[in-house]
């Protein structure tokens, strides 16, 4: 899906007349008709209630995340127990309850996902907006910088950002926002170079209102769509990428439950417990899916004539 | 303790890297075919060699690979197990040395023909022996077995008090080689090296088996010890020579044009070429490629825990007996982190007992593979006393109560320690389990991830970064030389603290005297019988300190491809002996 210029010349809100439903109501109205993504919802609350209620599976089970039981849950050649009573899906090779960290690793995914995203929202919309609506050298050095970033190579400077700060959650979101913003800004600007020339931000800036007021009260609520979209789209990529980065062990304390790092522990056990590797696999396949049938919903949703 | 020309043989020799530790016999799955020569020997592993040149080599890996290249004068035989591992046999050397009545003149004397690779190739003389001893005394990249020199050879603690004091440039150090000779090393003429020792010691032959003895030749004066110059151009006198150096990536063996199997009565040469394919993190995959037969060996990765139930009667896997401390936790008895908590005794031995050890067992396979350790020497080394285990608990898993009662005591809360450890292999678990543990008790512990070829250079063996508290517990693995009368390789390496220098394998800085003396007086016993008792006596009294904890002793399971055979296992390096392999057509 092309999320340039082209893609969401929709009546600007201010233009519009509409009686009854408003245009967000209509988008719900069609969202709520689209199967694939009301079942993308449940999925997402589904996960979203795993994460919440991390601790009364914790409490319930009687294991902690990070607490070990080489006793219990390894056998004595050091081989993880499956599924069963005690621990529901098995356990990891250290002998950790499998079901409550990936449980906690939902918090992790979403934590991640979520912050990520949220803060790649807030910047690319500032970046944006300024090289949009300022153009000239603001837009000539807000450009180049979108183009270097989003030539870095993301791994790469992933990998020695950790070897340098040392591996955390919030760097790991920092890292990620930090490639994702570049492409929200991108949309942002494009947007905002087209709005600016209409004629209801002629209108406005003649009665002499502030380019401040014209970026936030007349700009904005335009863009909300194309934002909104897009978003949803970062959402499963940031938790992909977490994932990666704890799969090859740069993105957490190798102790913090996180699907990633879980997968990274199956590829010397998938043979003799594949629960380890199938379990956070589905859960990660799902929640990514999910949130990408829910955005490519939203986008139908809020913009009906594609 | 075993006896050979009138002299004990002990040895140490050491090692890091990967796991696993040791021994075995020399078995072989030839079957009824002779030797054959041919084909690309493919290895594959994580990490790259700690050093590449000799003097400063001390993984298992790099001295594994040293013996493909690298020449002696005296040196370990191939094969044989574990019971005749330590009875050293001539190399360069035409026979063993002549050792004069008061055991401190050692004369060794040269077969004429080995040579070098060089252009024109030249006979390997005493000389390039002698160089290979000052080598170690560098003050760029010193050997981190410097103190089985110092400790043994006339003059060799004043060269290498005054090498260390020189300038860290290529020609500063030759210049500096070439005008200052060791006073106990004297190369007669080409064919004759005399060796003045300060006493006389029963394991001297031991320490000149090692790669650190390595002959060098006079080329090497251009390059810093080990620096990338060196890595490009080594130069070999073995059976193969260096032809590709990728660091990290990629190292290729191929014949040594000059080498002849008439001068070189230990090594042989079946296969033509040996590539080592570094990158490969995963020990699964690693015996996923051996079982498909797209590679042969394992170079670092162990047998993977889970693999090891379903491999058991497979004739291409064994697990060859070891004798070893690893891994075991260390110290960093400097560190300023948390009010210098971990100078203090009682913290100590309050981490020694809360160390789940049956668990660190069970990473590692459990306990057909490896056994729960409680003393500073391992059990099939002298000194070993079952009955040295003072925080011992039931079945090894660890007593959070005496635990958090020793912190108590000591008055220490809020423990937070750096804890460093390697990502390739088993380390990370058992970084996470130790981790565990200390939770327990209350210790938090910043999990520090380290590539496989840093941890030590710039944790464990760094003095600087050890000062500075960038590490505060570790998790290496020590595998001595060879195995019997070995005090010499495990309890003086890592508890002696009067030769504690950059590079150095007591990595916590322990120095206590009376540890220091029974050392002393132990290496200078008249024999085996009289030194044991004096090694138990250490052993007891450096567990008091508590300066490790000690954790597991591993049996080493290896698995090759199936058209590897000969396959001699060497205890000293746990692997194959890449000499003595061929492979089936």
Same mark, same amino acid.
């Given at each position: 899906?092309?999320?340039?210029?082209?893609?969401?010349?929709?009546?600007?809100?201010?233009?519009?007349?509409?009686?009854?439903?408003?245009?967000?109501?209509?988008?719900?109205?069609?969202?709520?008709?689209?199967?694939?993504?009301?079942?993308?919802?449940?999925?997402?609350?589904?996960?979203?209630?795993?994460?919440?209620?991390?601790?009364?599976?914790?409490?319930?089970?009687?294991?902690?995340?990070?607490?070990?039981?080489?006793?219990?849950?390894?056998?004595?050649?050091?081989?993880?127990?499956?599924?069963?009573?005690?621990?529901?899906?098995?356990?990891?090779?250290?002998?950790?309850?499998?079901?409550?960290?990936?449980?906690?690793?939902?918090?992790?995914?979403?934590?991640?996902?979520?912050?990520?995203?949220?803060?790649?929202?807030?910047?690319?919309?500032?970046?944006?907006?300024?090289?949009?609506?300022?153009?000239?050298?603001?837009?000539?050095?807000?450009?180049?910088?979108?183009?270097?970033?989003?030539?870095?190579?993301?791994?790469?400077?992933?990998?020695?950002?950790?070897?340098?700060?040392?591996?955390?959650?919030?760097?790991?979101?920092?890292?990620?926002?930090?490639?994702?913003?570049?492409?929200?800004?991108?949309?942002?600007?494009?947007?905002?170079?087209?709005?600016?020339?209409?004629?209801?931000?002629?209108?406005?800036?003649?009665?002499?209102?502030?380019?401040?007021?014209?970026?936030?009260?007349?700009?904005?609520?335009?863009?909300?769509?194309?934002?909104?979209?897009?978003?949803?789209?970062?959402?499963?990529?940031?938790?992909?990428?977490?994932?990666?980065?704890?799969?090859?062990?740069?993105?957490?304390?190798?102790?913090?439950?996180?699907?990633?790092?879980?997968?990274?522990?199956?590829?010397?056990?998938?043979?003799?417990?594949?629960?380890?590797?199938?379990?956070?696999?589905?859960?990660?396949?799902?929640?990514?899916?999910?949130?990408?049938?829910?955005?490519?919903?939203?986008?139908?949703?809020?913009?009906?004539?594609? | 303790?075993?006896?050979? =020309? @009138?002299?004990? +043989? #002990?040895?140490? *020799?050491?090692? !890091?890297?990967? &796991?696993?530790?040791?021994?075995?016999?020399?078995?072989?799955?030839?079957?009824?075919?002779?030797?054959?020569?041919?084909?690309?020997?493919?290895?594959?592993?994580?990490?790259?060699?700690?050093?590449?040149?000799?003097?400063?080599?001390?993984?298992?890996?790099?001295?594994?690979?040293?013996?493909?290249?690298?020449?002696?004068?005296?040196?370990?035989?191939?094969?044989?197990?574990?019971?005749? =591992? @330590?009875?050293? +046999? #001539?190399?360069? *050397?035409?026979? !063993?040395?002549? &050792?004069?009545?008061?055991?401190?003149?050692?004369?060794?004397?040269?077969?004429?023909?080995?040579?070098?690779?060089?252009?024109?190739?030249?006979?390997?003389?005493?000389?390039?022996?002698?160089?290979?001893?000052?080598?170690?005394?560098?003050?760029?990249?010193?050997?981190?077995?410097?103190?089985?020199?110092?400790?043994?050879?006339?003059?060799?603690?004043?060269?290498?008090?005054?090498?260390?004091?020189?300038?860290?440039?290529?020609?500063?150090?030759?210049?500096?080689?070439?005008?200052?000779?060791?006073?106990?090393?004297?190369?007669?003429?080409?064919?004759?090296?005399?060796?003045?020792?300060?006493?006389?010691?029963?394991?001297?032959?031991?320490?000149?088996?090692?790669?650190?003895?390595?002959?060098?030749?006079?080329?090497?004066?251009?390059?810093?010890?080990?620096?990338?110059?060196?890595?490009?151009?080594?130069?070999?006198?073995?059976?193969?020579?260096?032809?590709?150096?990728?660091?990290?990536?990629?190292?290729?063996?191929?014949?040594?044009?000059?080498?002849?199997?008439?001068?070189?009565?230990?090594?042989?040469?079946?296969?033509?070429?040996?590539?080592?394919?570094?990158?490969?993190?995963?020990?699964?995959?690693?015996?996923?490629?051996?079982?498909?037969?797209?590679?042969?060996?394992?170079?670092?990765?162990?047998?993977?825990?889970?693999?090891?139930?379903?491999?058991?009667?497979?004739?291409?896997?064994?697990?060859?007996?070891?004798?070893?401390?690893?891994?075991?936790?260390?110290?960093?008895?400097?560190?300023?982190?948390?009010?210098?908590?971990?100078?203090?005794?009682?913290?100590?031995?309050?981490?020694?007992?809360?160390?789940?050890?049956?668990?660190?067992?069970?990473?590692?396979?459990?306990?057909?593979?490896?056994?729960?350790?409680?003393?500073?020497?391992?059990?099939?080394?002298?000194?070993?006393?079952?009955?040295?285990?003072?925080?011992?608990?039931?079945?090894?898993?660890?007593?959070?109560?005496?635990?958090?009662?020793?912190?108590?005591?000591?008055?220490?809360?809020?423990?937070?320690?750096?804890?460093?450890?390697?990502?390739?292999?088993?380390?990370?678990?058992?970084?996470?389990?130790?981790?565990?543990?200390?939770?327990?008790?209350?210790?938090?512990?910043?999990?520090?991830?380290?590539?496989?070829?840093?941890?030590?250079?710039?944790?464990?063996?760094?003095?600087?970064?050890?000062?500075?508290?960038?590490?505060?517990?570790?998790?290496?693995?020590?595998?001595?030389?060879?195995?019997?009368?070995?005090?010499?390789?495990?309890?003086?390496?890592?508890?002696?603290?009067?030769?504690?220098?950059?590079?150095?394998?007591?990595?916590?800085?322990?120095?206590?005297?009376?540890?220091?003396?029974?050392?002393?007086?132990?290496?200078?016993?008249?024999?085996?019988?009289?030194?044991?008792?004096?090694?138990?006596?250490?052993?007891?009294?450096?567990?008091?300190?508590?300066?490790?904890?000690?954790?597991?002793?591993?049996?080493?399971?290896?698995?090759?491809?199936?058209?590897?055979?000969?396959?001699?296992?060497?205890?000293?390096?746990?692997?194959?002996?890449?000499?003595?392999?061929?492979?089936?057509?």
């Amino acid at each position: 899906m092309s999320l340039t210029d082209a893609a969401f010349e929709a009546e600007p809100v201010h233009a519009e007349v509409v009686h009854g439903k408003g245009p967000w109501q209509l988008a719900w109205e069609r969202l709520r008709r689209d199967k694939a993504a009301v079942i993308s919802m449940a999925v997402i609350v589904l996960v979203a209630l795993l994460a919440l209620l991390a601790p009364l599976f914790a409490l319930i089970t009687g294991h902690d995340p990070l607490t070990q039981y080489p006793e219990t849950a390894l056998t004595p050649e050091g081989l993880p127990v499956g599924p069963g009573a005690d621990f529901w899906l098995g356990a990891d090779s250290l002998g950790r309850d499998l079901f409550v960290r990936l449980a906690y690793g939902a918090r992790i995914s979403l934590l991640v996902g979520l912050s990520a995203t949220l803060l790649a929202t807030v910047f690319g919309v500032v970046v944006g907006l300024l090289a949009g609506y300022y153009g000239g050298w603001v837009d000539g050095v807000l450009a180049r910088v979108l183009d270097v970033v989003l030539s870095f190579p993301y791994l790469l400077v992933a990998i020695v950002l950790v070897a340098a700060v040392g591996a955390s959650v919030a760097l790991t979101i920092f890292v990620i926002a930090f490639f994702s913003f570049a492409a929200m800004a991108r949309v942002v600007r494009g947007q905002t170079i087209g709005y600016r020339e209409r004629e209801f931000t002629e209108a406005v800036r003649s009665l002499g209102a502030s380019p401040l007021r014209i970026m936030v009260i007349d700009v904005l609520p335009n863009l909300v769509a194309p934002v909104t979209v897009l978003a949803s789209l970062l959402i499963p990529t940031s938790i992909v990428f977490e994932a990666t980065l704890s799969f090859l062990g740069l993105g957490v304390d190798p102790r913090t439950p996180s699907w990633g790092a879980i997968l990274a522990d199956s590829t010397d056990f998938y043979r003799v417990a594949p629960g380890l590797l199938v379990f956070p696999a589905v859960l990660l396949l799902l929640t990514t899916l999910a949130f990408n049938l829910l955005g490519d919903g939203i986008r139908d949703a809020l913009d009906p004539k594609r | 303790m075993r006896k050979r =020309a @009138g002299l004990l +043989v #002990p040895a140490l *020799a050491m090692v !890091l890297s990967g &796991v696993a530790g040791a021994c075995g016999g020399g078995a072989t799955t030839a079957t009824g075919s002779g030797p054959q020569k041919g084909g690309m020997l493919r290895v594959v592993g994580s990490g790259d060699v700690d050093h590449l040149d000799p003097s400063s080599s001390y993984t298992v890996i790099a001295y594994n690979l040293g013996r493909t290249w690298t020449r002696q004068l005296v040196t370990y035989p191939a094969g044989g197990g574990i019971s005749v =591992a @330590g009875e050293v +046999v #001539p190399d360069v *050397a035409a026979a !063993l040395p002549k &050792v004069s009545d008061d055991g401190k003149t050692y004369t060794f004397t040269l077969r004429p023909d080995v040579m070098w690779n060089t252009s024109p190739p030249r006979p390997i003389v005493a000389a390039d022996f002698e160089r290979g001893l000052k080598r170690l005394a560098n003050p760029v990249q010193p050997s981190g077995g410097i103190s089985y020199y110092t400790q043994t050879i006339d003059g060799f603690q004043e060269f290498f008090t005054a090498f260390q004091k020189q300038p860290k440039t290529a020609a500063g150090m030759a210049k500096f080689m070439n005008s200052t000779p060791i006073r106990g090393v004297q190369a007669v003429n080409p064919t004759t090296l005399r060796i003045q020792l300060t006493a006389p010691a029963s394991d001297f032959l031991n320490i000149m088996a090692l790669g650190f003895a390595s002959a060098a030749p006079v080329e090497y004066e251009k390059y810093v010890p080990d620096g990338p110059d060196f890595r490009q151009n080594t130069i070999s006198g073995g059976p193969y020579q260096i032809t590709t150096y990728f660091a990290g990536r990629q190292i290729m063996l191929e014949h040594n044009p000059v080498w002849k199997q008439s001068s070189d009565p230990v090594r042989h040469r079946w296969v033509d070429r040996i590539l080592v394919t570094l990158g490969q993190d995963s020990p699964d995959v690693v015996q996923q490629q051996l079982e498909a037969g797209v590679a042969d060996l394992s170079w670092d990765q162990p047998v993977p825990t889970s693999a090891i139930p379903r491999l058991t009667g497979n004739p291409a896997y064994k697990v060859y007996e070891g004798s070893t401390l690893n891994p075991f936790l260390a110290f960093n008895m400097q560190s300023p982190n948390n009010n210098r908590a971990l100078a203090n005794v009682k913290v100590r031995q309050a981490i020694n007992y809360v160390v789940n050890k049956a668990a660190i067992a069970q990473i590692y396979g459990g306990p057909k593979i490896n056994s729960v350790l409680d003393g500073a020497i391992p059990p099939g080394s002298i000194g070993y006393d079952a009955a040295v285990r003072p925080y011992a608990t039931p079945g090894g898993r660890g007593d959070v109560n005496r635990c958090k009662a020793l912190l108590a005591e000591a008055g220490v809360t809020n423990l937070s320690l750096q804890f460093p450890y390697r990502t390739n292999g088993n380390h990370p678990k058992v970084a996470q389990s130790i981790a565990g543990d200390l939770t327990k008790c209350g210790i938090t512990s910043q999990l520090i991830p380290t590539a496989p070829d840093d941890f030590y250079g710039r944790y464990l063996s760094s003095v600087q970064k050890s000062r500075e508290g960038k590490w505060d517990i570790g998790a290496p693995g020590w595998i001595p030389d060879w195995y019997g009368n070995n005090a010499r390789s495990i309890v003086v390496p890592l508890f002696d603290g009067r030769n504690y220098t950059e590079g150095s394998t007591n990595y916590g800085a322990y120095n206590d005297p009376a540890v220091n003396d029974l050392i002393t007086r132990a290496l200078t016993a008249p024999d085996a019988k009289a030194a044991e008792g004096l090694w138990r006596q250490t052993n007891a009294r450096i567990m008091a300190d508590a300066p490790i904890v000690p954790l597991t002793s591993q049996n080493v399971p290896i698995f090759h491809s199936e058209r590897v055979r000969n396959t001699i296992y060497t205890p000293l390096t746990q692997q194959f002996d890449y000499t003595q392999l061929w492979l089936a057509s």
